[in-house]
């Protein structure tokens, strides 16, 4: 969106603008964002040099000393456009309140002949314009002025933009100057659906402004915005918020390995001995100047990964995979296991697969042998056969990571499996990407095996860097 910011979209008053900064800040760290006090008040002081007449700049300044990096924008955007909102005074009646908009067939057959025009021209102040009709429209769904909702998914449905494509670009072949090969059509028809794509998510921006103003910006930017790749469940995260994780495991890698570096130097310090430091404090009348340390020998642990890469919870079993071997120099020795309901060692395929994360989980269960007579995971056939077949893997120094959601489609879990894993190895840590309310239910056997091993949700990427940088072994 673009234009000039009107009273109503920013008040210049220093109260008003200050409640405004504020939330805008309070909506960002909510999402994650490291927003400390110094910034703020430097975005404060943005805002007084580059004054309000231009939303654009507004956006840029809060933008430039609030951000720390190009992955926060796309929630900084929307979250921005909820406290500083465009000016609608042409698309709201006088009283502030939303129109009825066009209704019924005729009302949509004109609104989309309109928006085909806008989207031909790309004239932006039109386009904010019919995504304000749009939502007002057919957006609302309700019984009651104090109950009324406004919905973007309802009104693409009805107004269907992607379908103007062939009218858009016919025009646009009419206009002069656009005759050209194949391939410069092409070209067209993909910046007409980057027209589209855009009018549709200022469809969305329209239908979350028009929530807040009944719900409170506070609450719709806290919950109707979505947060960054590394906050998003894994469990729901699409195609293209999986690949744009996969983009993070090597700045991700970089900062664990640090983590972990200083932890093996405090550890390396050794512990106090207790009996020595008592035995030397007798020259000093008691009091233990110098303590005696018990220092550890310089040794790096084993890891084991074993890892669910069915159904939903493949791609958070192969991110940690990714992570696993981008950190394998922490450690003396990594092994990565996968199955389904049977066990094969995938370390080389990981180790080659760091070149092309995007097809890795294809080429596991391409080359791996993983599936027995069915495709459905067996926790129970899986943990038995891992004990079995791969015990050498484990050790006194061995720490075991076991991913999965522990649903065993109705099998035997097969807990003697997993307390003979827990009884050869170091430690063993479950990490679950279900939440633990939904731990037991249905064929989960969460609880079952969460007493005879430490199980930990770990729902998105930003959960599991923390655990990994505190759970690892030093």
């Given at each position: 969106?673009?234009?000039?910011?009107?009273?109503?979209?920013?008040?210049?008053?220093?109260?008003?603008?200050?409640?405004?900064?504020?939330?805008?800040?309070?909506a960002?760290?909510?999402?994650?964002?490291?927003?400390?006090?110094g910034?703020?008040?430097?975005?404060?002081?943005a805002?007084?040099?580059?004054?309000?007449?231009?939303?654009?700049?507004?956006?840029?300044?809060?933008?430039?000393?609030?951000?720390?990096?190009?992955?926060?924008?796309p929630?900084?955007?929307?979250?921005?456009?909820?406290y500083?909102p465009?000016?609608?005074?042409?698309?709201?009646?006088?009283?502030?309140?939303?129109?009825?908009?066009?209704?019924?067939?005729?009302?949509?057959?004109?609104?989309?002949?309109?928006?085909?025009?806008?989207?031909?021209?790309?004239?932006?102040?039109?386009l904010?314009?019919?995504?304000?009709?749009?939502?007002?429209g057919f957006?609302?769904?309700?019984?009651?002025?104090?109950?009324?909702?406004?919905?973007?998914?309802?009104?693409?449905?009805?107004?269907?933009?992607?379908?103007?494509?062939?009218r858009?670009?016919?025009?646009?072949?009419?206009?002069?100057?656009?005759?050209?090969?194949?391939?410069?059509?092409?070209?067209?028809?993909?910046?007409?659906?980057?027209?589209i794509?855009?009018?549709r998510e200022?469809v969305?921006?329209?239908?979350?402004r028009?929530?807040?103003?009944?719900?409170?910006?506070?609450?719709?930017?806290?919950?109707?915005?979505?947060g960054?790749?590394?906050?998003?469940?894994?469990?729901?995260?699409?195609?293209a918020?999986?690949?744009?994780?996969?983009r993070?495991?090597?700045p991700?890698?970089?900062?664990?390995?640090?983590?972990?570096?200083?932890?093996?130097?405090?550890?390396s310090?050794?512990?106090?001995?207790?009996r020595?430091?008592?035995r030397r404090?007798?020259?000093?009348?008691?009091?233990?100047?110098?303590?005696?340390?018990?220092?550890?020998?310089?040794?790096?642990p084993?890891?084991?990964?074993?890892?669910?890469?069915?159904?939903s919870?493949a791609?958070?079993?192969?991110?940690?995979?990714?992570?696993?071997?981008?950190?394998h120099?922490?450690?003396?020795?990594?092994?990565?296991?996968?199955?389904?309901?049977?066990?094969?060692?995938?370390?080389?395929?990981?180790?080659?697969?760091?070149?092309?994360?995007?097809?890795?989980?294809?080429?596991?269960?391409?080359?791996?042998?993983?599936?027995?007579?069915?495709?459905?995971?067996?926790?129970?056939?899986?943990?038995?056969?891992f004990?079995?077949?791969?015990?050498?893997?484990?050790?006194?120094?061995?720490?075991?990571?076991?991913?999965?959601?522990?649903?065993?489609?109705?099998?035997?879990?097969?807990?003697?499996?997993?307390?003979?894993i827990?009884?050869?190895a170091?430690?063993?840590h479950?990490?679950?990407?279900?939440?633990?309310s939904?731990?037991?239910?249905?064929?989960?056997?969460?609880?079952?095996?969460?007493?005879?091993?430490?199980?930990?949700?770990?729902?998105?990427?930003r959960?599991?860097?923390?655990?990994?940088?505190?759970?690892?072994?030093?």
């Amino acid at each position: 969106m673009s234009g000039p910011v009107d009273a109503a979209a920013v008040s210049p008053a220093p109260t008003a603008t200050a409640t405004r900064l504020t939330g805008l800040v309070a909506a960002l760290r909510a999402h994650g964002f490291g927003i400390g006090t110094g910034e703020t008040v430097d975005a404060g002081h943005a805002l007084e040099a580059v004054g309000f007449t231009d939303r654009e700049r507004v956006r840029e300044a809060l933008a430039a000393t609030l951000l720390h990096g190009e992955a926060q924008r796309p929630v900084f955007d929307r979250v921005f456009d909820l406290y500083f909102p465009l000016g609608h005074t042409r698309a709201l009646g006088a009283d502030g309140t939303a129109p009825a908009g066009p209704a019924g067939p005729t009302g949509l057959a004109a609104l989309r002949d309109r928006l085909a025009e806008a989207l031909t021209t790309a004239d932006g102040a039109a386009l904010d314009r019919l995504a304000a009709e749009a939502v007002g429209g057919f957006g609302g769904y309700g019984s009651g002025p104090e109950s009324d909702g406004w919905s973007s998914y309802q009104t693409l449905s009805r107004l269907r933009p992607e379908t103007l494509l062939a009218r858009v670009r016919e025009r646009l072949r009419a206009a002069p100057g656009t005759e050209g090969p194949e391939f410069t059509e092409r070209l067209l028809d993909d910046e007409i659906r980057r027209r589209i794509e855009a009018f549709r998510e200022r469809v969305r921006t329209e239908a979350r402004r028009r929530v807040a103003e009944r719900q409170g910006r506070d609450r719709v930017a806290r919950r109707a915005v979505a947060g960054t790749a590394d906050t998003v469940d894994f469990l729901l995260a699409g195609r293209a918020q999986l690949d744009e994780l996969r983009r993070t495991v090597r700045p991700l890698a970089r900062k664990l390995a640090t983590r972990l570096a200083a932890r093996r130097r405090r550890a390396s310090r050794g512990e106090i001995d207790l009996r020595r430091t008592l035995r030397r404090s007798l020259s000093t009348g008691g009091v233990p100047v110098r303590p005696v340390l018990r220092r550890r020998p310089p040794r790096r642990p084993e890891l084991v990964l074993l890892c669910d890469v069915s159904g939903s919870v493949a791609g958070f079993a192969q991110f940690t995979m990714l992570l696993v071997q981008a950190l394998h120099d922490q450690f003396s020795r990594v092994r990565v296991f996968a199955f389904v309901n049977r066990v094969d060692e995938v370390t080389g395929l990981i180790a080659r697969g760091a070149a092309d994360p995007a097809g890795l989980g294809d080429r596991i269960l391409a080359e791996a042998e993983l599936t027995g007579w069915h495709g459905q995971s067996d926790y129970g056939t899986a943990l038995g056969e891992f004990a079995d077949r791969y015990a050498g893997a484990l050790g006194p120094r061995t720490v075991v990571f076991v991913l999965g959601d522990a649903r065993t489609n109705g099998s035997d879990p097969n807990l003697a499996a997993l307390k003979t894993i827990a009884d050869r190895a170091r430690r063993v840590h479950w990490l679950n990407p279900e939440q633990p309310s939904l731990w037991g239910t249905g064929d989960s056997v969460a609880p079952a095996y969460a007493d005879l091993v430490e199980m930990r949700p770990c729902r998105n990427a930003r959960q599991l860097g923390a655990l990994i940088g505190r759970l690892l072994p030093v």
